[in-house]
């Protein structure tokens, strides 16, 4: 059973800095892609950032490109957001997904596993 736990939303002033995570149980496959998503209220979601387990192969949205960073250390995901922006606001989620290939792994593929959400807010 994949569980995947996200971390860290909360209330920051724009310009400021946050960093959230993702904590994955049940999942340890040797071919792993996770990605993170946002949904603002009113707004479709957007996939933002994945990561590939294999290799780190890693691609943003240009909508944060340059601002956030995604990394992976062992079994957490971790998202550092700067720069913040009041548009940045949303609902953050990660997802996952297994036996996937490096070129496949992007923000804006399906992924099976996703986490309950951590809210951020910019003001």
Request: charged fraction near 15%; charge should be positive.
């Amino acid at each position: 059973h994949v569980q995947l736990v996200e971390s860290g939303g909360a209330s920051v002033q724009a310009g400021g800095s946050l960093t959230l995570s993702c904590e994955a149980a049940g999942f340890v496959p040797t071919k792993r892609c996770v990605g993170w998503f946002r949904q603002a209220p009113g707004k479709e979601r957007e996939g933002i950032a994945s990561i590939y387990k294999r290799g780190g192969q890693i691609t943003y949205a240009e909508s944060v490109e340059g601002r956030f960073i995604i990394s992976r250390d062992n079994g957490k995901i971790s998202l550092q957001m700067n720069s913040l922006k009041p548009e940045d606001t949303a609902v953050y989620y990660c997802a996952a997904a297994a036996s996937v290939s490096s070129t496949a792994c992007a923000p804006g593929m399906s992924y099976p596993y996703w986490g309950q959400g951590t809210q951020v807010t910019v003001s």
